[in-house]
């Protein structure tokens, strides 16, 4: 049995700019990376292809150009998690133990989770940028007029912002072919509100008024019926005064029986239900009531596991009260390696995670802005972007910097550590 001073479950964005932080500071220490991919992908992108403003191969790296020089690599997936014997393993059968432990696998996408989902994604206009935004992008370009909807789950998912970045792209590619008058584009949301934190939800609703979209809140989606270009939605909410903004009678919305309402589309995205990886949720390292069920379970200041003190966690998989984004674990990672290089010295952890996260929301071609916030949807800013921009207004010199400068701090700085 293979034995690790540092294990790193995962080989993503969380995983290797950890791992590569770790080794920076001290080359020294023995780390092994568990991850099946062979490709590493900068998903942040995946909005732009779908709108057809960025190539889908300029997301694509190959994982071992970015495993950090003096860790290792093992190409296979972790199948069970035992903390009580610091022990992981893998779907060939391979045990390994550990002194510490950083768990960082992402999340799983659920399909199954809405009916008729797993089987029209990628097909009946019904389409994904977290899954496929080539695809989405094909969509978009044999689009003609009806229903373009956008919605998403009621499960935590990457990227809050994610489902509604591509609807404003389609709008404004609906109104730059003229097909605005025979088009309607609508967003559906479990949730009361566009977005969480209040300044940047004040803009976003004057832009939704600006493009003349449409708003159903409390929507739950719960069905699609892809060969009828039918998505069905369960109503959280029962004061129809709270369930829309700018309604359109001439979108087809119908009662559908048992609380539910049917909405046809011809263009349909979505982000997918989401939950941690099943080892996780089956594991003792998640939360086992409670809204954070299955999630792993960490101080939200330390990302120190609340249970099993060599254990660490950050990134999607974190039981954590802010966004799931990239922006978040490139300020989560040096928290997380400071405390962990504390703990291994036997020095209390010092180093605190504040919550922040960031989302850039591209509100059309050439406009964009940057979400920042913290903790209880305070809004926050990061020093060093906050030095070149306003980032929460939307220009397009902030579409300069998600569609060539962030991407180049990913690839560049980020996955080395260095940012």
Known sequence: MAHHQIVIIGAGTAGITTAARLLNKDRKLDVVLI???????????????????????????????????????????????????????????EEMTYDYLIVCPGVQYRLSWIEGLAETMGKNNVCSNYIDSKYTWKVLQSFKGGNAVFTQPATPIKCGGAPQKIMYLTADYIARHGLKDKSRVAFATPGSVIFGVDP???????????????????????????????????????????????????????????????????????????????????????????????????????????????????????????????????????????????????????????????????????????????????????????????TGKDSYAMWLLKKYMLPFMYWKLMLRGKA
């Open 35 to 93: 991850d099946p991919s062979e490709k590493h992908y900068y998903q942040p992108a995946w909005t732009l292809v779908g709108g057809g403003a960025y190539k889908y191969e300029k997301t694509v790296g190959n994982t071992r150009d970015y495993i950090p020089r003096g860790a290792s690599w093992v190409k296979d997936y972790v199948t069970e998690v035992d903390p009580d014997n610091n022990k992981v393993r893998t779907k060939s059968g």
């Open 200 to 390: 940047f939800k004040d803009r976003l609703m004057e832009i939704v008024t600006e493009k003349d979209i449409s708003l159903f809140f409390f929507h739950k989606p719960v069905k699609i019926d892809g060969p009828g270009h039918k998505i069905y939605f369960e109503l959280m909410e029962n004061d129809k005064d709270k369930l829309f903004y700018n309604f359109k009678n001439d979108m087809g919305y119908e009662d559908a029986g048992d609380n539910r309402v049917s909405l046809p589309f011809e263009m349909l995205h979505l982000a997918p239900p989401q939950s941690a990886p099943d080892f996780i949720m089956n594991s003792k390292l998640a939360v086992q009531e409670g809204p954070d069920k299955g999630w792993v379970e960490v101080d939200i200041y330390t990302l120190q596991h609340k249970r099993y003190p060599n254990v660490f966690s950050l990134g999607d998989v974190a039981a954590l009260p802010t966004a799931k984004t990239g922006a978040a674990v490139r300020k989560q990672a040096p928290v997380l390696v400071e405390n962990l290089r504390a703990f291994m010295h036997g020095k209390p952890l010092t180093a605190r995670y504040e919550g922040y996260s960031s989302c850039p929301i591209v509100t059309g071609y050439g406009r964009m802005l940057l979400a920042e916030f913290k903790y209880d949807n305070v809004r926050d800013s990061d020093p060093l972007l906050s030095k070149f921009f306003d």
